[in-house]
């Protein structure tokens, strides 16, 4: 029984996801949220000695979350057998999806010249650490070791402590963000021209962009971003504050929600203070502002506070531990943990996909598939036989 799904933006698309750990199948997932018939390639159990470390545990949260709504093929792409079938789904489909280093395409005959004369209307999508050419082309590429090259760790952290890593995978998911950005342009363009193309997506390009204002300050006016903790660079009053009990974030950034967080704490002092006429005074003077702000927050809670200013039309907002988001009345509002089953009765809780389409929305439709779930079912569309299949089985190449 095929996995089904209804009718959306995408349903006419076939994916081929070659793709492992994050960033190529965070840009596979949007796809296949949106609708795409994706066919997951991977290798059959005790292929690949690096199987764990992409796949640990298939049932587990993060390997639902991420490729949920997919089908499993696995094909032994050190056989010719399983080349063979792969050419043949490749040449019925609309996208491939693959992070291999850049030599591995070419060895298998998979880069892009050759999967054009396969499939003119092809869309390669090829996701690397650094690049399909130059100098680091052929380093692997971890979100970590990117998150270092790319400036991001450089100003994360406390003034003086150290470059610190940001507590999720930056660069691994924004590239797959990216790289989806790259497919859905190239399918636009595809309907004016008839032709498929080459995307390409790295880690190290990516988070160089995701550093955004920091990155062009520094191009620009030569301004070299620090440290800052949780204080903004660029604006002020904006940063963590203390309440009676606990702290929350504060957004006063601009002269309007300076004047109206001055208007709702009572503190027109502030307003006529000249070390205060202006943004670039308030970043200079951050040290005096934050501690006359902290010594009215400290006397009211979190809650009281997140409410007055928020009322005063000030952003403001509590700092929430994982359980305390996911039990806030927006989230929940917003659908954004919701459950997907197997057709074994088996749930799993994932994260909803975040892009709303009024008419055509995504839809949550299957948790991640089995190993190889799907091998009999995609075989047989493109005419293998029950015989054939088995013999194919036996000889290790699916």
Request: hydrophobic content about 40%.
């Amino acid at each position: 029984m095929s996995m089904t799904t209804a009718p959306a933006a995408l349903s006419n698309l076939r994916v081929i996801d070659l793709s492992r750990v994050r960033a190529g199948p965070t840009c596979v997932r949007i796809l296949a949220d949106f609708g795409a018939d994706v066919i997951r390639v991977e290798p059959p159990e005790g292929v690949d000695p690096n199987d764990a470390m992409f796949a640990a545990n298939r049932h587990g949260g993060d390997f639902q979350n991420l490729n949920r709504n997919k089908r499993s093929l696995t094909l032994n792409l050190k056989r010719p057998g399983g080349l063979e079938i792969l050419r043949t789904l490749l040449s019925t489909a609309d996208v491939v999806v693959e992070n291999w280093r850049p030599d591995v395409k070419r060895r298998l005959g998979l880069d892009y010249e050759q999967l054009q004369a396969i499939n003119p209307r092809i869309i390669l999508a090829s996701i690397s650490g650094f690049g399909q050419d130059g100098p680091y082309a052929d380093r692997p590429g971890f979100d970590q070791i990117v998150q270092g090259m790319g400036g991001l760790m450089s100003v994360t952290g406390l003034p003086g402590q150290g470059p610190v890593r940001a507590g999720l995978a930056v660069a691994d998911s924004s590239t797959g963000i990216y790289a989806a950005v790259g497919v859905l342009l190239a399918l636009f363009e595809r309907e004016r021209s008839g032709r498929g193309q080459w995307v390409q997506a790295s880690l190290l390009h990516t988070q160089i962009a995701m550093m955004d204002f920091q990155a062009a300050r520094y191009l620009n006016e030569g301004d070299v971003p620090v440290q800052v903790g949780n204080d903004h660079p660029t604006s002020s009053p904006m940063g963590l504050f203390r309440a009676a009990d606990g702290v929350f974030n504060l957004g006063a950034s601009g002269e309007g929600n300076w004047h109206r967080l001055c208007a709702a704490l009572g503190m027109p002092a502030l307003v006529a203070d000249p070390d205060y006429a202006h943004e670039g005074l308030r970043v200079k003077n951050r040290s005096r502002l934050n501690h006359e702000l902290g010594e009215v927050f400290a006397t009211r809670s979190v809650s009281h506070w997140v409410d007055v200013l928020n009322a005063a039309g000030v952003p403001a907002g509590p700092v929430y531990s994982m359980p305390q988001v996911f039990t806030d009345p927006q989230v929940r509002h917003l659908g954004v943990a919701q459950q997907v089953q197997a057709r074994d009765g088996r749930t799993a809780t994932v994260l909803s996909q975040p892009i709303h389409l009024a008419r055509t929305p995504a839809v949550l439709a299957a948790t991640a598939p089995d190993r190889g779930e799907h091998t009999q079912e995609i075989l047989r569309r493109i005419g293998y036989d029950d015989a054939a299949i088995n013999r194919l089985r036996a000889e290790g190449v699916v």
